[in-house]
């Protein structure tokens, strides 16, 4: 490896805080507690850190154009709902209940892009409102309670282990993070959705569709925000109002850990999973040290300033 | 309407170019040439018609009525695509570049060289843009820079010779660059660095340069046009007698 590798890897700020992050909280806890160091615990944080890290990568490819949504924890809410009552009353094969609560998800996506590019209203407006829309369709539709979801077959997809002791919904983390990977890195959409993010007008004048572009990023934030409610539904083999509390934050601050700006034109998967991953060791890590969960957001909170911190000090080339 | 191609000797004619918004008339019968090779200043004060004009020649806004015809063809732009397509491309003010993005992303934006992979999957072909921008730069004289660099760490001169490169290097190859304002907010030096860009353009191609620097105007057209209020009040040739006083007095 060349000086102009070792430069970049050095410059690559995010990585290193995440890395050093990482390194610095499992010493830590496993110096508190020893189980925390074990393949067992290690199976419980990638099992636990799914949820998270599908929600954090939709945010993510948001992020990148250059727009925002919060309304993914109800979104998350809404699919995982529509699963869960398809499956106590009316009883349809796994793939059609799929199909049914993704359309969903991906509506509200579709809603939310065209609020944003039609009418050109601030995404964290919109999807402000659609969060509080959402989210009272699902407490309506829930009747304010959880209701069960019945569907083996589903239970099975999105948190079985058919292969081993590993849950599935590890391995739709992997496949959905290489499927965002590869479409960011290799094709020319990914480089659109940057270009959007990061000079619209240039891209515009570049002949580069934004509005569709644009669009495409909602509906997939959508459609993963669905996903993620079928991971947790599954998980709890049960879908309720408010079943998404605690999410909204990390999986906010997880992008932007990883490099995302909220001006657009950056973000990185492999880093988003990497600050999903240090974000999901302090949620295990207070867990077994028996720490009330305060202390969870108290560490997340700080660990999210610091971040920032080193990375504006590093483009004030301060550093 | 294509009709037969007629031979001209203009690369490109506009005649009597009329944009009008309401009640405003931005452009008053626009007629004039560009040949060969050639430089092509228009200048004219703020509110002049120069921004209108070089959109409808870029295809960004379609005229009221008039014509464009390229080698002797008439030709109708619907978009900045279809003018592209004809061979006419622009070296934006602000270059157009998106900053977080590296060279050669810049260089191929919204014109991605692609292969496929599995028979079906079109994934950007990295190795064939890579060869591309570098045969470009080295061209241009600009081999020092790393192509794999993002645009915010390349200097002025750079960002500028990544922009012209973007424009000129590019399937098809252009008969026309249009430049709009290159050397505003540039210092002496980065004005100088323009001019060579310009020769170096002209070798190739026609080149059609907005400007309300009228030194670099004398400097380094060959022709200069006047606009004033929509209409052209001025055209001539540059020659030792023109001054910068005799073009403000006609603005």
Known sequence: ?319 | MKGERKMSEFVMECKNITKSYGHVQALKNITFGLRENEVLGIVGDNGAGKSTLIKIIRGAIEPTSGEIFLRGERVIFHSPRDAMNHGIQCVYQDLALVNKLSVIDNFFLGREIEKDVLGFLPVLNEMAMGEGVLLALREMGYEEIDIEEKISNLSGGQRQAVAIARAVFTEPEPDIVLMDEPTSALSEKGKQKVFQFVEFLKQKHSVILVSHDLNAALQVCDRIIILKLGEIVFESNVHDGLSVQQLISLM
């Open chain 1, 1 to 319: 490896m060349g000086n102009k590798g070792l430069t970049r890897i050095l410059k690559d700020i995010e990585s290193l805080v995440l890395i050093g992050g990482i390194i610095g909280l499992v010493i830590l806890f496993s110096a508190f507690e020893p189980r925390f160091l074990s393949l067992e615990n290690f199976r419980i944080i990638l099992e636990t850190m799914s949820v998270l890290a599908i929600l954090a990568l939709g945010l993510n490819l948001l992020l990148i154009t250059g727009e925002i949504d919060i309304s993914f924890t109800s979104v998350l809410e809404f699919s995982a709902s529509i699963v869960a009552l398809i499956s106590s009353y009316w009883h349809l094969n796994t793939f059609l209940t799929v199909l049914i609560a993704l359309l969903g998800a991906v509506a509200v996506g579709i809603v939310n892009g065209m609020f944003v590019v039609k009418l050109r209203i601030p995404s964290f407006l919109v999807t402000l409102a659609s969060q509080a829309i959402v989210g009272g369709i699902v407490l309506i539709i829930c009747n304010y309670r959880a209701v069960l979801i019945a569907d083996q077959a589903f239970l099975n997809v999105f948190y079985g282990r058919p292969l081993g002791n590993v849950a599935t919904c590890v391995y739709w983390m992997v496949f959905i993070a290489f499927c965002l990977w590869f479409l960011l890195t290799k094709m020319k959409f990914g480089k659109w959705a940057f270009a959007t993010g990061g000079n619209e007008e240039a891209a515009r004048l570049m002949g580069i569709p934004t509005a569709r572009v644009k669009l495409l990023c909602f509906i997939l934030d959508g459609c993963l925000a669905g996903v993620a409610g079928f991971v947790l539904g599954s998980r709890a083999m049960s879908a309720r109002p408010l079943m998404s509390t605690g999410y909204l934050m990390p999986a906010m601050a997880a992008p932007i850990m990883g490099g995302a700006s909220l001006n657009g034109g950056e973000g990185s998967v492999p880093k988003t999973l990497l600050a999903v991953f240090l974000l999901s060791i302090i949620t295990n890590g207070v867990s077994l040290l028996g720490l009330e969960p305060a202390y969870r957001d108290i560490l997340m909170g700080t660990i999210l300033i610091i971040a920032l911190s080193i990375r504006q000090l590093r483009s004030l080339a301060i550093l």
